[in-house]
């Protein structure tokens, strides 16, 4: 990975049967190395790809 290069994470929520569901409140935290958070992003349906699928560049 080169700097400036654009990251995807995505995450997908399931039930413990398997089912995909979409939580209440989705929220990316960020921490740096020494475990400190450093940002707190609030996920909406901007960042949804379905059903119990998020994601944020």
């Known amino acids: ?3 400036g290069d ?3 994470l995505k995450c997908h929520f399931k039930t413990f049967d398997g089912k995909s569901v979409d939580p209440v409140d ?3 935290t960020i921490y740096n190395s020494k475990k400190e958070q450093i940002e707190q992003i ?6 949804k790809e379905n059903v119990g699928v ?3 560049n």
């Not at 609030?42 to 960042?47: E, F, G, R, V, Y």
């Open 54 to 56: 998020y994601f944020y």
């Open 1 to 3: 990975m080169l700097q």
């Open 42 to 47: 609030p996920l909406s349906d901007t960042n």
């Open 26 to 28: 989705v929220k990316l």
């Open 6 to 8: 654009t990251v995807r």
